[in-house]
């Protein structure tokens, strides 16, 4: 399906009005606020046809009046900043700097909790090399909070308010390392938040009821919340964050300076006919850097169906381009300037407690190993709400799921290889008792945010472990909490093989069996992927979904459509 389209309505209705979408375009262009119509209002949960996730009193044009040429510092270009949180890591790929000068910038480097929900987040499942994938959630928070931010731009009644999570991108490095692949979550995305407490003022936010916009949980306790809203829908253990904001790193991207960029048709993304961004080029490729590089990454009125998903497609192909110039080897040569980008984006960025200078230096070698043909951009796959919820993203029922499968499974995105060694069953510590002496319990879990729970589940599931001989399982009644995917967890190594065979004769994936220390014993949750029939259902083949919007890091062929109504 594609990606205009909602199930059974058609072609989705063009959507003009950054306003009703709930992009903040403050976070892009001077000009490109104005005529974006009644502006926001509205705190989560509140009435009056405004979404969570759009900021309290944002006025249309808060930030009009437009960045010069020579005046980078303006908060235009605050989009950037997102793009230098994956770029840090692709920078310091380049071993021009030292573990020694690493240990400096840890100093800068601000720490917060890793996630702030009340699930623990499953181990992965190492391969039979041992080896395990790595998942980094790269945050783009809007704060406005400092000086430094502040001057950046904003509406002076924005300051010091709640900020929003406003860029989304996991990062996933396959467990042997051969290939990167990033999902960009659209900030409009609209799901249940998990309960969290805040570290700082032991604030709890209970979990939502209702479906809220996806960057309200920066501002639940900060980005470990993020983080558990990502694992809450996705599954994905995440290893660490990258949390950037507005100060610090705007150098950056000139720094990388010019960067090759695409369009089907000359584009001018004029103000006449929506919030332009100013950007003009010419049919075919043309080398962008500085306000043309800004304009390019804020341009949604005149790519693809005007909205910020084309932006987002954008964005994607400034990125590839921008990491293939910089493994030419023809950028960031000079140390020093490498070390001043690298101190920037130090004391720009928040990461987790766990990511020390050895960690970072180690993951910039694992990265450098990656080509950039094995690195592959998608965004989630989304379909447009109904009703109340008409111009709000939801995961895309199937294709969302399946991406998010593929990354749990360590799947290359790519196509170029087969199912990954961290899908294969090594052999566990310590070995399967028999059958008839293993206890499990089976719980139903099949309730999603648009059904209940499948009536009868878990004995139906419960039966068929007694056939094949697992005659102490047993039902669990206590927690019905429901979950997307089906489970064998398992308390600790000594139950591992255990678990397997419990997973083994019901043909449950190796990979959703996991060693968790919510469990006492062995427990079978049966999630909403497994609703009826017999042994659980055979997974699909592994295939990118076309809604995913996959880009190769390799494609130097990607190209911009332009929209119609924005060519000269």
Known sequence: MGRNSTPGEGTRPRVQQADQLGWDDSLYADGEAAGDGTGEGGEPGTGGGTVPGQRKGHKAGRDAGGPSRHAPRKGKRRVLRWIASV???????????????????????????????????????????????????????????????????????????????????????SADRSNISVVSMPRDTMLKMPKCTDPKTGKVYEASTSLVMTNTSLGRGGPGCTVAAWYELTGITIDHFMMIDFAGVVSMADAVGGVPVCVDANVYSHTSKGAGSGLKLKEGTTSIKGKQALQWLRTRYGFEDNTDLGREEAQHQYLNSMVRELRKGTKLTDPGKLMDLAEAASNALTVDKALDPKGLYD??????????????????????????????????????????????????????????????????????????????????????????????????????????????????????????????????????????????????????????????????????????????????????????????????????????????
């Open 363 to 568: 993951l910039a070698g694992e990265l450098k190993k990656v080509p950039s043909k094995r690195i592959t951009m998608t965004t989630m796959p989304n379909v447009y709400g109904t009703g109340e919820l008409k111009d709000r993203v939801l995961p895309k029922p199937g294709d969302a799921e399946q991406l998010f499968r593929m990354v749990r499974d360590d799947v290359a995105l790519d196509g170029k290889a087969s199912k990954p060694a961290a899908t294969a069953s090594p052999t566990p510590t310590d070995p399967s008792a028999p059958v008839d002496e293993i206890a499990v319990t089976v719980r139903n879990a099949t309730a999603d945010d648009s059904q209940g729970p499948a009536s009868g589940r878990a004995g139906a599931v419960r039966d068929l472990l007694k056939d094949a001989g697992f005659v102490r399982a047993a039902l669990d009644s206590s927690d019905i909490t429901g979950s997307a995917r089906t489970s064998v967890l398992y308390p600790s190594a000594d139950l591992e093989g255990d678990a397997q065979a419990v997973a083994k004769a019901l043909g449950i994936p190796m990979s959703l069996v996991k060693q968790s220390t919510d469990v006492s014993g062995i427990s079978l949750a049966v999630g909403a992927d497994w609703r009826d029939g017999g042994s659980y259902p055979a997974a699909k083949d592994d295939k990118t979904p076309e809604s995913a919007k996959a880009l190769n890091g390799d494609d130097e062929g990607a190209c911009m459509h332009v929209n119609p109504d924005f060519t000269w």
């Open 87 to 173: 770029l840090s890591l692709l920078i310091l790929a380049t071993g021009a700097a030292g573990y020694a000068y690493y240990q400096h910038l840890n100093h800068n480097i601000k720490k917060e909790d890793l996630t702030l929900g009340d699930k623990k987040m499953t181990e992965h499942k190492a391969n039979a090399a041992g080896q395990t994938p790595l998942n980094i959630l790269i945050i783009g928070s809007d704060a406005r909070d400092t000086a430094a931010n502040q001057k950046l731009g904003g509406a002076k009644e924005t300051f010091n308010s709640t900020p929003l999570a406003d860029v989304q991108m996991l990062l996933h490095v």
